[in-house]
């Protein structure tokens, strides 16, 4: 598209205008790296968008799809079903946290997080608590976009303008620069922010309650980590109050942290889990809700026999190539030992090159756990947020992040080696050297 001016595509999560002025065009992929349509070789330093786990370019995923369009391209999931999805999910269920059994596939981790919320409402419906209709989300927590995900979700600008939305308040979040900047891993304080859930029970009353919905770590609020405690905390009080709790993982699973999910690794079991994207390691849009057995026993017997148990689906969930693509990649994390990997030496390489950053005069905290990394700069004289211009610096010098405000967000594909950890820090480093503290 030599001659295209790209004006007719209106970009999501984009500044259109800026864009289009200068264009970032991506047009191909491979282990590590994207090129640009000017040849520009670019370390992906955030796997796409927090999803490519596997690399870029797994010939497996792509000849699993093609082989799979010729058996059995499509067929409605709605009363019929077609072997592999049910393979997939029982794939799947191998790595999730005891209990968690059963899985209802979505398209992407908005429409995961619909889903949860509304099996939630239909297992208190089930049980006869009729009054439990209210949410508790986050501050910074990102849930998606769809009216339920805004509704929960704690980032401001997402929410402005359309509401009115779904009833439910918010925890405060639970970035501490002032007692915990530069914590490798989990901060050691910070568990009592979960006390703050018990209060909003006091307040709403326990039978007005749904469900807790919560990242194990924030992604795009900022990479923002719980304190050791905060997690198993939130799980006692939801199992007091007979609470749902939602852990929002569509960033956090699939060796994210060097586990197949947060909840393993942080040993916090919640009712439901939401996936997406690494799960597929974004090659064709899949998501995924996890579900505890007692949640989905209620509700399917609820019902009476012969009649539809939850009024809630998708066209293409656990679509047929979708599912081709999620089991190919299960087999590329199996074999190579990526869902560990985030754990191990590549890992603690990662922590150690991002916090030798440390005493940058403009860097004011370094947050990390397993290959997941985030580094804020000051606040500007000016007040205006520095990463967005921090992100295209880095483009220039051939890496490729996420701004959030004053934050750089890491998340490199799970294949990542040494060499490439060397060339994201020195590109922050040689970037942060020119930015005023």
Request: proline share 4%; aromatic share 8%; charged share 20%.
């Amino acid at each position: 598209m030599e001659n295209s001016n790209y004006q007719s595509l209106w970009m999501p999560f984009t500044a259109n205008r800026d864009f289009k002025s200068n264009p970032r065009i991506i047009n191909r992929a491979q282990g590590m790296y994207c090129y640009s349509n000017k040849g520009q070789k670019l370390l992906d330093a955030t796997a796409g968008l927090w999803c490519v786990n596997a690399g870029h370019g797994r010939k497996e995923i792509g000849e699993a799809m093609a082989s799979q369009n010729t058996t059995l391209d499509y067929s409605s999931p709605f009363n019929f079903g077609h072997d592999i999805s049910f393979e997939f999910a029982e794939r799947l269920i191998k790595h999730t946290p005891d209990g968690l059994n059963k899985v209802f596939f979505t398209n992407s981790g908005s429409e995961a997080v619909e889903s949860a919320l509304k099996i939630a409402l239909a297992y208190h419906q089930a049980k006869g608590n009729k009054g439990k209709f209210r949410f508790i989300g986050r501050e910074l927590g990102y849930h998606g976009v769809n009216f339920g995900g805004i509704s929960v979700g704690g980032l401001s600008p997402n929410r402005k303008g359309f509401g009115p939305l779904l009833p439910a308040d918010h925890l405060d979040h639970t970035l501490d620069i002032t007692n915990c900047a530069f914590s490798k891993g989990l901060p050691d304080e910070g568990a009592d922010k979960a006390e703050q859930l018990e209060k909003m029970v006091q307040f709403h009353g326990a039978d007005s309650i749904a469900a807790v919905i919560v990242e194990p770590i924030a992604g795009a609020g900022g990479v923002i980590m719980p304190a050791k405690g905060y997690l198993q905390r939130l799980r006692e009080i939801c199992t007091k109050h007979d609470i749902v709790l939602i852990f929002d993982e569509v960033i956090t699973a699939w060796g994210r942290l060097g586990s197949p999910f947060a909840s393993t690794l942080f040993n916090v079991t919640p009712d439901l889990i939401t996936s997406a994207k690494g799960i597929t390691s974004g090659v064709v849009p899949l998501g995924a809700v996890f579900v505890q057995d007692d949640i989905y026993n209620t509700v399917v017997n609820s019902a009476a026999e012969g009649a539809v148990e939850f009024f809630h689906g998708y066209t293409y969930s656990g679509h047929p190539i979708a599912c081709a693509a999620g089991l190919a990649t299960l087999d590329i994390y199996e074999r190579e030992g990526l869902l560990e990997r985030g754990q191990g030496e590549i890992g603690n390489y990662f922590q150690e090159g991002l916090h030798s950053l440390k005493d940058m005069p403009s860097i004011v905290d370094i947050r990390n756990c397993g290959l997941i990394g985030a580094v804020q700069f000051a606040e500007q004289a000016d007040g205006k947020p520095i990463g967005f211009n921090i992100l295209k610096h880095c483009y220039e010098k051939g890496v490729m992040v996420r701004s959030m405000g004053n934050t750089i967000a890491l998340s490199p594909p799970l294949i990542i080696e040494k060499d490439h950890v060397d060339v994201i820090v020195d590109a922050l480093q040689s970037i942060a050297k020119e930015i005023p503290a």
